[in-house]
């Protein structure tokens, strides 16, 4: 009989703070929590005591542990990392980091055959953070690499989502994120038959990739790891690629 192995995920990259448990295919619970400001740190190893309490599992009988690995909030990250990091080192468990925009973007992987994904998250003023992903052999794939980007609507599409070259109808391609409304509203007169979809990333969406991970041996070093927050916080005058501040204000 081969062992399911049980693996807590815990995803705290944005405002919406959450955890969930595997056992192998099947997702045992989860719950999270979303508010306007940051509860991750009053919240998360409450969610995550219940969760293993409602479900009659000890810490120690994991045998894994996946955590988002970034991009995000500096907040949410340091957090949901530490946290992850704890409770691997306090029982000796594999750790296991995916990126944030793949975990978002397997949120829209049941709702369509997409041909294209394209995942972004808010990253203050008028940048995102975004990746693309296509399918492939069953699993969601890189088609553009993770960055940070300045939504500039002066650019061609393809500049800013290179995976977009082909595409002349957008009706197969999804943008999904917290930062969907804010795609839309700098470049979305370009791209008036593509979907937008505001979501966040949730931890039950670590499912596949934990267990992809997790058969593969595939895990990170707990000594080294860090989250990848890819831009340092900088203070300053905001971008104004609408032009806004040009205008005379009568």
Known sequence: MVVQPLILAIETSTL???????????????AKAAESNYVHGKRLLPMIDELLQSNGIASFELKGIAVSSGPGSYTGLRIGVSTAKGIAHAHGLPLMAFDSLQVQAYAAESQKNWETIISVMDARRDEVYTASFVQRNNKLAFADPTRALILEPQRHLTELFPVLSPFEDFSGVLILG???????????????????????????????LALSAFAENDFVDLAYFEPRYLKEFQAGTPRDPLGLRKQTIR
């Open 16 to 30: 919406s703070c959450s955890v969930a448990l595997f056992r192998g295919d099947a997702l045992l619970g989860e």
């Open 178 to 208: 917290d930062a969907a409304e804010k795609t839309q509203r700098l470049i979305g007169d370009r791209m008036s038959n593509c979907s937008f979809t505001a979501d966040f990333p949730h931890a039950k969406h670590m499912h596949q």
